[in-house]
C-alpha cells in the first residue's frame, strides 16, 4: 500500500533537481506527521532522503515517525545515522534518549541523556530525564544525591554553575491562533490579524526575517538581537513577532515560510509549516478576547493601527459559556454500562442548567434506557458501531452528514461528551455547538474547554477513580464556569492609618506602581498621579519600586502635600487596613490589586496581555484595563527579552484611559 501511495505521489510532483523533489515529498511528509498519519509520513520522509540523503534533520524526523508507528528498529536506525551526521547536537542526544526510554532500554537512555549534558552542561531537562532513569548528575556536587527523597529538579546550583541555555535552534511561541480539523489534518489556523513570534538561536550574525506565503514574499522586518551566555560557543537570540494580515490570503490550506537572512541579504535558515487560512472574524464575536483584532481594510501601517486603537476598559464580569445556554448536547454514543456510569452527572447536569433543553445523542445499546429514565428533553440515535478491521468506532461519509443535518436545526448552545477516551469526541464537530467540552486529550485540540484528571493506585499505576465520579466532576467544571464573580470580604478596621496621615473619613487613592518584573509595569503612573491631583480631592498613598516615579509625583508643587510615599514594606495588617479603605486603588497586575478587590476596594488594574486578562484580571470590583494585540497570550519569561513589540499592550494604555475608568468608578460609589 505504502509503496503505491509514494508511486502516487512523485507521480505528481514534477520533474525537477533531486533537491527540489525531496523538498515537494517532505512537504507532503510534513502534513502527513500533522495529520497523526505516522506510516505514511515515515514513508514519505524516507523517500526524501532517498533524494537528499545529507539531510539530517530530515532522517530525525523520519526517526520519530518510524518510533510513533511502532517500527522501533527502523527509528533506531535512522536516529544512529543521523547522531552520525551531528555528532556533537546536544537535542538529537536528548531524543535518543527519549526514544530508548520508550524502547525499555534504560541503559542506552542512561548513556544518551548523559551525553545530552555533556554536551549542553547545565540542561535541566537533560538533568532530569537522567535522574529519571537511574543516572546520576554530578553527585559530588548534589549533597545525598543517593537518597530516594531528592528531588534535582529543585537543587540549587550555585553561583558557578554554568547557565542554563536553550539549545532550541528555532523555538516558535506562537504561530497564528488555535489548530483546527479539517480535511488536511490539524492544522494551525491564520485568520485575520496574526502574530508569528519567536526567537531563533545562532552563533552567526542574522539581521532581517522575511515571511513568504508559497512562496511568496509577503512581509518583512528586522530582528532583535540577545548575546546568550554559556554553551560552548557563542550564540545569539534573534527574537522576532511579525503582525500579519492575512486577510487578503484565500480560505485553505497554504505553506508559509520564515527565512532568516544576514546582513549582506543571504538567507541562512528557513522554517516551513503547512497551515490552514480561514476568514477573519469580527471583533463582536469574540467580545472578551484580546488576541481578535480587526482594522479597517484601508490601514496602512497594522502596527501603528493597532497601538493608536482605544484601549478595552472592561468590568470584572466574565462570561466563561453562552449566555444564555437554552439547548445542551450529552453525547454518550457507547455501550449500557456507560450510560448506567453517567447517570448521576446527567441529573446534575440537569440541576445545573434548569431551563436548558437537554438532548442525548445515543446509540441504540443505551437509547431506551435514556428513555426509560427521563435524562433527556429528546434522543438522537446513531449507530456507531466498532469496524472488525479498523478495531475503532466508525462514522461513514452519508453517516456523518445526516448526524450533521439532523443535529443543526438545535442550535447547539453547548455540547459534552461524557466519554473519557477519545474514541466519540470528534462527534462533538458535527453538532454545531457553540461550546464543545468533554474530558482533555491530545487528539482534540478544538476543545473549548476540557477536563485532565486522573487519580492511580501507587503499585500499578492504573486507574482507581470510578467512571461515574469522573463525570460529575466533569459536569462540575461546567457549573463553576456558570457561575457568577466571587463576593467581597469584609474589611478590617482602619487601625493604623493615623500613622500615615490619613484623617478618620479622609477619601484617598493607593497607587501601587510596582510589581516582581520590571517590565510589566505601566510607566506613566506620574501622568495619572498629576491628574488626580488637579481634578479631585484625593489623597494619594503611592507605593513606588523605583525612586524616579515618586520624586515625579512629589514635584506636584501645592499639589505635593497631598501626596504620601512609601518605599518599603509595611506590617501587613497595616498594608490591608490601607488597602480596604481606600477610595480608588489603580495598580499593575500583582498580588496587592486582588487583596484589595478581596476587600471591596474599587479597583483600576492595568493587566498586560502576556496573560489573559479574564484569568489574571481581579474578580469582584473595578474595571481591568488591556489592549488588543494580535500576541495577547504570550506568557513570556522573565527578562521580557523576547516580547519583539516593546510592550505594546502594556506602553499603549493611555494616562487619560486611566484617569476616566478611575473617574467612573468614583462617580459611581458617591
Known amino acids: 500500500m505504502l509503496p503505491r501511495l509514494i508511486r502516487t505521489v512523485i507521480g505528481e510532483i514534477p520533474s525537477r533537481s533531486r533537491a527540489g523533489v525531496a523538498r515537494r515529498l517532505i512537504v507532503r511528509a510534513n502534513a502527513a506527521r500533522d495529520a497523526r498519519q505516522y506510516r505514511v509520513a515515515a514513508a514519505l520522509y524516507e523517500e526524501a532522503l532517498r533524494f537528499n540523503p545529507e539531510n539530517a534533520r530530515i532522517r530525525i524526523q523520519c526517526g520519530h515517525m518510524l518510533k510513533d508507528s511502532g517500527d522501533l528498529d527502523g527509528a533506531e536506525e535512522q536516529y544512529a545515522r543521523a547522531a552520525i551526521d551531528l555528532p556533537n547536537d546536544a537535542d538529537l542526544a536528548l531524543q535518543i534518549g527519549h526514544f530508548y526510554k520508550i524502547a525499555g532500554r534504560p541503559e542506552k537512555a542512561e548513556a544518551s541523556y548523559a551525553r545530552a549534558l555533556a554536551l549542553n552542561p547545565g540542561w535541566r531537562e537533560a538533568e532530569r530525564e537522567l535522574v529519571s532513569v537511574g543516572g546520576a548528575v554530578d553527585g559530588a556536587s548534589i549533597p545525598h544525591a543517593g537518597q530516594d527523597w531528592v528531588v534535582p529538579e529543585v537543587l540549587p546550583r550555585g553561583d558557578e554553575a554554568p547557565p542554563a541555555v536553550d539549545r532550541n535552534i528555532l523555538r516558535l511561541f506562537r504561530l497564528g491562533g488555535r489548530r483546527a480539523h479539517s480535511r488536511w489534518g490539524d492544522l494551525k489556523v491564520m485568520r485575520g490579524i496574526e502574530a508569528i513570534r519567536g526567537y531563533r538561536l545562532a552563533p552567526g550574525p542574522l539581521s532581517e526575517i522575511r515571511l513568504l506565503i508559497d512562496d511568496k514574499l509577503v512581509h518583512s522586518e528586522p530582528l532583535q538581537a540577545y548575546p546568550v551566555a554559556g554553551g560552548s560557543e557563542p550564540q545569539t537570540k534573534y527574537v522576532f513577532n511579525i503582525w500579519h494580515d492575512f486577510s487578503s490570503v484565500a480560505p485553505g490550506r497554504h505553506v508559509i515560510e520564515l527565512a532568516f537572512h544576514d546582513a549582506s541579504g543571504r538567507r541562512v535558515r528557513r522554517h516551513r509549516e503547512t497551515i490552514l487560512v480561514a476568514p477573519p472574524l469580527d471583533e463582536d464575536t469574540r467580545p472578551d478576547s484580546d488576541a481578535l483584532v480587526a482594522l479597517p481594510a484601508e490601514a496602512s501601517s497594522i502596527e501603528d493601527a493597532i497601538n493608536a486603537r482605544p484601549s478595552m476598559v472592561r468590568t470584572t464580569e466574565r462570561r466563561l459559556l453562552p449566555d444564555p445556554v437554552r439547548t445542551i448536547l450529552v453525547q454518550r454514543v457507547d455501550q449500557l454500562g456507560d450510560l448506567v456510569c453517567s447517570v448521576p452527572a446527567i441529573r446534575r447536569l440537569r440541576a445545573l442548567f434548569p431551563d436548558a433543553r437537554l438532548i442525548g445523542l445515543m446509540t441504540s445499546a443505551n437509547a431506551v434506557l435514556a428513555e426509560q429514565l427521563a435524562l433527556f428533553d429528546e434522543v438522537v440515535a446513531i449507530d456507531f458501531s466498532e469496524s472488525p478491521s479498523e478495531r475503532r468506532r466508525v462514522l461513514p461519509l452519508e453517516a456523518q452528514d445526516?448526524?450533521?443535518?439532523?443535529?443543526?436545526?438545535?442550535?447547539?448552545?453547548?455540547?459534552?461528551?461524557?466519554?473519557?477516551?477519545?474514541?466519540?469526541?470528534?462527534?462533538?464537530?458535527?453538532?454545531?455547538?457553540?461550546?464543545?467540552?468533554?474530558?482533555?486529550?491530545?487528539?482534540?485540540?478544538?476543545?473549548?474547554?476540557?477536563?485532565?484528571?486522573?487519580?492511580?493506585?501507587?503499585?500499578?499505576?492504573?486507574?482507581?477513580?470510578?467512571?461515574?465520579?469522573?463525570?460529575?466532576?466533569?459536569?462540575?467544571?461546567?457549573?463553576?464556569?456558570?457561575?457568577?464573580?466571587?463576593?467581597?470580604?469584609?474589611?478590617?478596621?482602619?487601625?493604623?492609618?493615623?500613622?500615615?496621615?490619613?484623617?478618620?473619613?479622609?477619601?484617598?487613592?493607593?497607587?501601587?506602581?510596582?510589581?516582581?518584573?520590571?517590565?510589566?509595569?505601566?510607566?506613566?503612573?506620574?501622568?495619572?498621579?498629576?491628574?488626580?491631583?488637579?481634578?479631585?480631592?484625593?489623597?494619594?498613598?503611592?507605593?513606588?519600586?523605583?525612586?524616579?516615579?515618586?520624586?515625579?509625583?512629589?514635584?506636584?508643587?501645592?499639589?505635593?502635600?497631598?501626596?504620601?510615599?512609601?518605599?518599603?514594606?509595611?506590617?501587613?495588617?497595616?498594608?490591608?487596613?490601607?488597602?480596604?479603605?481606600?477610595?480608588?486603588?489603580?495598580?499593575?497586575?500583582?498580588?496587592?490589586?486582588?487583596?484589595?478587590?478581596?476587600?471591596?476596594?474599587?479597583?483600576?488594574?492595568?493587566?498586560?496581555?502576556?496573560?489573559?486578562?479574564?484569568?489574571?484580571?481581579?474578580e469582584m470590583t473595578g474595571r481591568i484595563i488591556s489592549r488588543r494585540v494580535p500576541c495577547a497570550g504570550c506568557g513570556i519569561g522573565l527578562d521580557g527579552e523576547d516580547c519583539g513589540k516593546d510592550f505594546a499592550c502594556l506602553r499603549h494604555i493611555r494616562p487619560e484611559e486611566v484617569f476616566a475608568a478611575a473617574q467612573d468608578l468614583l462617580e459611581t460609589a458617591i
Open 402 to 618: 445526516r448526524l450533521r443535518r439532523t443535529l443543526g436545526p438545535y442550535a447547539f448552545d453547548i455540547a459534552i461528551d461524557l466519554g473519557e477516551g477519545d474514541a466519540s469526541r470528534a462527534l462533538l464537530l458535527l453538532s454545531g455547538a457553540r461550546f464543545l467540552y468533554g474530558f482533555k486529550d491530545r487528539q482534540s485540540p478544538w476543545l473549548d474547554a476540557g477536563l485532565d484528571f486522573n487519580v492511580h493506585d501507587p503499585v500499578n499505576g492504573i486507574e482507581i477513580v470510578p467512571p461515574s465520579r469522573k463525570m460529575l466532576l466533569l459536569v462540575e467544571g461546567l457549573g463553576i464556569m456558570a457561575q457568577g464573580q466571587a463576593k467581597p470580604l469584609a474589611n478590617p478596621d482602619r487601625a493604623g492609618l493615623a500613622a500615615l496621615g490619613i484623617a478618620e473619613g479622609q477619601r484617598y487613592a493607593v497607587i501601587h506602581a510596582g510589581a516582581r518584573l520590571a517590565y510589566t509595569r505601566w510607566p506613566y503612573f506620574a501622568d495619572l498621579m498629576r491628574m488626580l491631583l488637579e481634578r479631585t480631592d484625593l489623597k494619594i498613598v503611592l507605593f513606588a519600586d523605583d525612586m524616579a516615579t515618586a520624586e515625579r509625583a512629589l514635584a506636584e508643587g501645592e499639589h505635593s502635600t497631598r501626596v504620601h510615599v512609601i518605599a518599603g514594606q509595611l506590617a501587613f495588617a497595616q498594608f490591608d487596613a490601607l488597602l480596604a479603605h481606600c477610595a480608588l486603588f489603580v495598580g499593575n497586575d500583582s498580588g496587592p490589586k486582588h487583596l484589595a478587590a478581596l476587600r471591596g476596594a474599587p479597583v483600576v488594574s492595568l493587566h498586560m496581555a502576556r496573560l489573559n486578562w479574564s484569568e489574571w484580571g481581579q
